[in-house]
């Protein structure tokens, strides 16, 4: 036996390389180890971040929509005005014009809100609902007839988001002079400053005046342009006639072209000049000041003086006065849904104390609404119970049923193969053809009622069905062969052995599939809205037959909303429903480590 150690370098069986090459291998390997481990915790903290990102850009829009607004006013119930007689009482009450009331109870708050396009103005401050809640409460309390009572009405979309902040901000501006306001011989008022306190509003001002020239230009570049086609036009031209009409318009083009060149010179010159005043328009921020008790919102500028018009009452002559404010808007008046005079009274209802937030219980409480600000969940959550509850009584016993039919007593040949082929491609389809078949067959075929909990609930229990049935043939599966022998070897017939043995131990792990199958129901539109569970419903469903519609449908009706107001609700309903998913999700960790066995 020789050793290898003392073969010929050539002659050995294996060579195991030298030290270094050894060693080069080794911190090869584990750089490669390193570098694994760093894309895996690159890929978790990408993740992490997608999902804080989510999570913080939905919880942050949907906080906006857990608080609601209301206007305090004191409402004189005079019968004369609502249109009834004294003492009326039932129906009478609900024949009142409470519409009326609530209109002369906004009045009330401003007088001097006098055209009619300032009083629309001032009745969109409170809600379309708020004559209703009223009639409720004097239809609850007829005694207050004849009476003057303090009532919380409720505030309108546009003026919760004014007050959130989402039409832009009132920015209230540094003063240091005096201001003497005067009233005008045309009616405007005219405002004096010792200071130069509008010298920076005029340089905002003006600075609308570069958009302007730049419009300008633009307009006199294509009136270049046409001077360019005009010339080859002419030259074309086959007929003296024709090249004159064509020279025509050419010198038509250059004076035009000459004259807005000319006009964006002299808007240069006067934005780039000191001094001066400027015309604020609506393209400009809006301009208030608040001073002598009331509003203006000027409508002319310079450094030191300004003219204005009144928004709400004051008293004039106002000489010297200390106490005043100076603001501006941080979106000019023609982007914004909310206007100057609506934010001058907000504002003035706010230094009243008028203004009141409370939490949203509404949102929670009532149903569905095409006014944002009386739009709630509660009709689609019971739709979402009522739905789950049918996709549970349907897909739960069927399945199980299945599960343990197919893995007990099914014979194994061709056609239980192709059962289990069936149902695991089954689980793969996509949903809307579950909605179709929906649609086609329990809809028009055996007239089940459209858009109710029991269509819905039919669906979503065929597409929850593959899932429940594949996760109960799991656990069975995962129940040791001793326990159905040791039952069978006591006398246990099979059905026996299944249902008092196998299934009480397959239990959890069945439990745990059919709540991950019904939390993904309870996310799906796609079927829902083939069998028409996408109707506006007002009411809230009391049974399986009414018509009603699901949370994630009222989720996708409300992101189709024009008004601005829906998106705070969309983000908040996404978030219940997520609320709903991950509760239904840790029921089933709970359950599959609560009663699991190892074995």
């Known amino acids: 036996m020789s050793d290898i150690t003392s073969q010929p370098e050539g002659s050995r069986g294996f060579d195991h390389g030298s030290i270094a090459t050894g060693s080069l ?54 019968p004369e005005v609502l249109g009834i007689a004294e003492g009326a009482t039932g129906s009478e009450l609900l024949r009142a014009d409470f519409d009326a009331l609530t209109t002369q109870a906004m009045r009330d708050l401003f007088p001097a809100a006098t055209g009619r396009t300032e009083r629309r103005a001032l009745g969109n401050l409170v809600s379309g609902g708020a004559p209703f809640e009223l009639a409720d409460k004097i239809t609850a309390e007829p005694a207050l007839l004849g009476q003057t009572i303090t009532y919380d009405f409720l505030a309108s979309d546009v003026t919760d988001l004014y007050l959130k902040d989402e039409y832009g901000t009132l920015n209230e501006e540094a003063v240091s002079g005096t201001l003497s306001v005067t009233e005008g011989a045309d009616g405007d008022l005219i405002l004096t400053s010792t200071a ?51 020279l025509a318009k050419l010198e038509q ?38 001073a002598g008790g009331g ?63 409370t939490f949203n219980w509404r949102f929670f409480t009532a149903a569905d609404s095409r006014a944002p600000e009386l739009a709630g969940i ?78 819905g609930g039919i669906v979503l229990a065929l597409m929850t069905l593959p899932t429940i049935i594949i996760a109960a043939r799991a656990a069975i599966q995962a129940v040791p062969p001793s326990i159905r022998e040791a039952a069978l070897g006591v006398g246990a017939s099979n059905v026996q052995a299944s249902f008092h043995h196998v299934l009480p131990l397959a239990m959890p792990g069945i439990l745990t599939g059919t709540i991950i199958g019904m939390a993904q129901a309870l996310g799906e539109t796609a079927p829902l809205i083939m069998i028409g569970m996408v109707a506006f419903i007002v009411d ?60």
């Open 253 to 290: 083009a250059r004076e035009a072209e000459q004259a807005l060149l000319d006009e964006a010179l002299a808007l240069e010159a006067r934005a780039r000049g000191a001094g001066g005043s400027e015309e604020v328009d609506d393209e400009n921020i809006s301009l208030l000041v608040k």
């Open 196 to 246: 130069d306190d509008f010298a920076g509003a005029l340089m905002a001002v003006k600075g609308q005046l570069f958009t302007d020239v730049e419009d300008l230009r633009r307009k006199a570049a294509r009136q270049a342009n046409a001077v360019s086609v005009y010339t080859e036009r002419a030259a074309a031209a086959e007929t003296e006639e024709a090249r004159a009409a064509q």
């Open 540 to 599: 809230v469903p009391t049974s399986i037959t009414d018509s009603a519609t699901v949370l994630p449908v009222q989720v996708y009706r409300w992101s189709d909303f024009p008004e601005r107001a829906f998106e705070a609700r969309t983000a908040a309903a996404i978030c219940v429903l997520l609320l709903f998913l991950v509760v239904m999700n840790l029921l089933a960790i709970v359950l599959r480590r609560r009663f699991e066995r190892r074995w």
């Open 378 to 455: 509660r009709g689609a959550l019971v739709g979402s119970l009522l739905t789950m509850a049918v996709t549970f009584g349907l897909a739960f016993p069927i399945g199980v049923l299945g599960a343990i039919y197919l893995e007990e007593f099914a014979p194994k040949n061709r056609f239980t193969n192709f059962l289990e082929v069936n149902i695991n491609n089954l689980a793969a389809v996509p949903s809307i053809v579950f909605g179709l078949l929906g649609l086609a067959v329990f809809l028009n075929v055996f007239g089940v009622p459209r858009s109710a909990p029991l269509a």
């Open 295 to 357: 509003w203006i919102r000027l409508t002319e500028v310079g450094d030191s003086e300004a003219r204005g018009e009144l928004m709400t009452q004051l008293d004039l002559p106002v000489e010297g006065s200390t106490d005043w404010g100076f603001y501006t808007t941080s979106q000019p008046e023609d982007s914004r849904k909310v206007s100057d005079h609506q934010i001058v009274w907000i504002e003035t209802l706010k230094d009243r104390g008028q203004v009141k937030e």
């Open 25 to 78: 291998r080794l911190k090869r390997r584990r750089w490669a180890e390193m570098r694994l481990k760093a894309y895996g915790i690159a890929a978790i903290a990408v993740a992490g971040f997608a999902l804080v990102a989510l999570l913080s850009s939905v919880v942050g829009q949907a906080s906006k929509a857990l608080t609601e607004h209301y206007i305090t006013a004191e409402v004189t119930l005079d």
